[in-house]
């Protein structure tokens, strides 16, 4: 598997690293770090700063851009077939992406907020702006990742949904981990369904919907047979992307997996997609599969 890495000195960036190590077979990893010197100058350089002030400074945030890289080096080379480091300057999200795009990469991984090389300066919106654009898998860590031994893996009848269980079917992470594979149906409510309480065949409706909901779990699970993991099962009820949270609260999962509907890039979030707002309301980490 061929990983990008985005790094800089954030501790979201440190608990993203945290995810190779739990990787089942070590990738060919690029580890990346994009400088964002215009915003950097926007926010320090003032205008009645001199000149050489501002290339000081350049030099200083290069250098330690430099060191965060060798530091991710040497502290994942362990776990990984091959590793190269990048040093890039400009849109910090743009520059991710690119990267992606050049290495032909199957996963992104990014800390949910990172800072640029110099640990103070926030760069809000890249995770999400990454995981709108890229045009690969991109996993988003939002805590700590010492282990992972608990994910919830969210489906549906789409094909998004298959492409994210032949993922995991891939075995990227050691096990065991404990999977729940969940779906989610429209609560067979009246107001819901538009059939009145009491009429006749809503048991019945009801009782398909349950039928149908247990048919589409066995026929995933099957397909993600591991010995990696531990596999059960859940038919959820409500808004999906609400009974999806809910879930992964009550398993207390470290990561949700979910597929993504390969919308345009530019719908993505735009339409409040399920994996969207799963992103954005998540308290773990989200794999949003491609």
């Known amino acids: 598997m061929r990983v990008v890495l985005a790094v800089d000195a954030s501790p979201d960036s440190k608990n993203a690293a945290q995810v190779v190590r739990h990787m089942s077979e070590p990738p060919v990893l690029d580890v990346l770090n994009v400088v964002d010197e215009d915003a950097l100058k926007h926010a320090y350089i003032s205008p009645t700063m ?27 080379e362990p776990y990984c077939r091959h590793i190269r480091l990048i040093a890039d300057s400009g849109d910090a999200a743009e ?59 969210a489906i549906d009848g789409s094909e998004a949904a298959h492409k994210a269980v032949e993922f995991l079917a891939r075995c990227p992470f050691k096990g065991p981990v404990q999977a729940l594979v969940v779906t989610v149906w429209p609560s067979p409510r009246s107001e819901t369904w538009g059939i009145p309480s009491g009429t006749p065949g809503r048991s019945e409706l009801k009782r398909m919907v349950e039928d149908k909901g247990q048919e ?11 010995e990696s993991y531990r596999l059960t099962t859940e038919l959820l009820h ?9 879930a992964a609260v009550r398993h207390q999962a470290q990561l949700i997996v979910i597929g993504s509907r390969g919308m345009k890039a530019i719908k993505r979030f735009l339409l409040g997609s399920v994996s969207g707002k799963v992103l954005v309301h998540a308290s773990c980490s989200v794999l949003i599969v491609r």
């Open 50 to 76: 001199p000149a050489e002030y501002l290339e000081t400074y350049r030099r200083e945030v290069a250098e330690v851009a430099e060191q965060v890289l060798h530091e991710m080096k040497a502290e994942l």
């Open 95 to 153: 520059g991710i992406i690119l990267t992606a795009e050049e290495s032909h990469a199957d996963l992104v991984i990014v800390g949910q907020r990172g800072m640029t090389a110099t640990p103070s300066f926030l760069l809000g919106g890249v995770s999400q702006k990454v995981a709108t654009y890229a045009p690969c898998s991109v996993l988003v860590v939002k805590e700590p990742m010492a282990k992972l031994d608990r994910i919830l893996v």
């Open 216 to 226: 589409l779990l066995q026929k995933i699970t099957g397909e993600c047979a591991n």
């Open 238 to 246: 409500g808004d999906p992307a609400f009974a999806i949270l809910d």
